[in-house]
């Protein structure tokens, strides 16, 4: 998605003015196999939204597009 969804620029005025974003390759990461265990991730690509405590808000899974974006970034509190 960082290659096609996230380059939309609805998108990305919708997350970068709602969200703090941050990609992880959950594989290379170092902190990735505590962060998939920690919000139960099993299948990638996954989006997390968490809150500034950690506490997990909303889990997409799977691919989305442009439209799926948008409806989430307008859909979470």
Partial sequence: MAAT??????VGD???SKFI?????MEKNPDGRGIAMKYRI????????????????KK?????GVDGLLHLAKTVE
């Fill in 21 to 25: 974003n941050l990609k992880i390759e």
């Fill in 60 to 64: 997409v899974i799977g691919m989305q």
């Fill in 42 to 57: 099993n299948a990638y690509p996954t989006l997390l939204v968490i809150n500034g405590e950690g506490k997990l808000i």
């Fill in 14 to 16: 919708a997350f970068n």
């Fill in 5 to 10: 969804s996230f380059k939309n620029e609805k």
